[in-house]
């Protein structure tokens, strides 16, 4: 008489494995929610304000404002997901990067599309000589079109298509957003440099780390490579 695979002592029955793989799952779903919910807060703030006079007697200075610090926020987030997962062990916040990189695009565009319609009315020439002559636009836009590609390219379909090295290199132009963002802020406001000090510091801690992660890889593979093999 043949055992089927379903009987075997040991084995889990497929509705078993569903059922575990989403109790696992659950946590994380939850987490996902709140995270969603909680990046969602600062644009359903603005609206709020936008409709009960909220946003002062300059609303469109404040929109600019807010939403360049939240694409920052978001981008900086997104950047501190990987240190996480080195540091923790815990492989499940890879999850939260897809996310939190659509938001900081997100916030990108409403800042990018307050400058283009409501400060300068799609005045292209103008935008043109902001980027030319005032450094802080040309980092800010700079930003924002590497953004782009990142946001197209965020989905599981084009991992695929692009395939995962490809992938990794074309989403390493996250780190020179970062950078350019932390510059759009550090020109801007001029004077009052604590905050983007702030948020330099700690987006050159997260490269910081990434370089010292890579250094210490190479150095494992160069030693390997040096290693005598020998017969026993």
Same mark, same amino acid.
């Given at each position: ?19 575990? /793989? &989403? ?14 919910? !909680?990046?969602?807060?600062?644009? *359903?703030? !603005? ?17 600019? @404002? ?10 900086? #987030?997104?950047? $501190? /997901?990987?240190?996480?997962?080195? #540091? ?28 283009? %319609? =409501?400060?300068?009315?799609? *005045?292209?020439? =103008?935008?043109?000589?902001? %980027? @030319? ?5 040309? *980092?800010?836009?700079? #930003? ?16 695929? &298509? ?11 132009? /996250?780190? /020179? ?5 932390? !510059?759009?802020?550090?020109?801007? %406001? @001029? ?6 000090? %702030?948020?330099? $510091? ?14 210490? &890889? ?5 030693? &390997? ?8």
């Amino acid at each position: 008489m043949v055992m089927s695979q379903a009987s075997t002592p040991g084995a889990a029955s497929p509705p078993r494995r569903a059922a575990t /793989v &989403r109790r696992w799952l659950q946590p994380l779903t939850a987490a996902r929610a709140v995270v969603f919910v !909680l990046a969602s807060v600062p644009a *359903a703030a !603005l609206v709020w304000g936008l409709f009960t006079g909220g946003l002062g007697v300059n609303p469109v200075e404040t929109i600019t @404002k807010q939403t360049g610090i939240w694409t920052l926020r978001c981008v900086i #987030a997104t950047l $501190a /997901v990987t240190p996480l997962r080195w #540091a923790t062990g815990w492989n499940g916040a890879i999850r939260f990067r897809r996310m939190l990189g659509l938001f900081a695009f997100f916030y990108g565009t409403l800042h990018f599309s307050t400058y283009l %319609v =409501l400060d300068q009315v799609f *005045a292209l020439d =103008l935008i043109v000589e902001d %980027v @030319k002559e005032r450094p802080f636009i040309a *980092a800010g836009f700079t #930003a924002f079109v590497l953004m782009i590609p990142l946001a197209l390219t965020s989905t599981a379909g084009m991992i695929r &298509r692009l395939g995962g090295r490809t992938w990794n290199r074309l989403h390493r132009l /996250v780190y /020179v957003t970062a950078v350019c963002g932390v !510059l759009h802020y550090a020109w801007l %406001v @001029k004077v009052e440099i604590l905050a983007p000090f %702030v948020y330099g $510091a700690i987006v050159a801690g997260l490269l910081g780390i990434r370089v010292w992660r890579w250094s210490q &890889r190479s150095r494992v593979v160069s030693a &390997r490579s040096m290693t005598p093999v020998t017969d026993q």
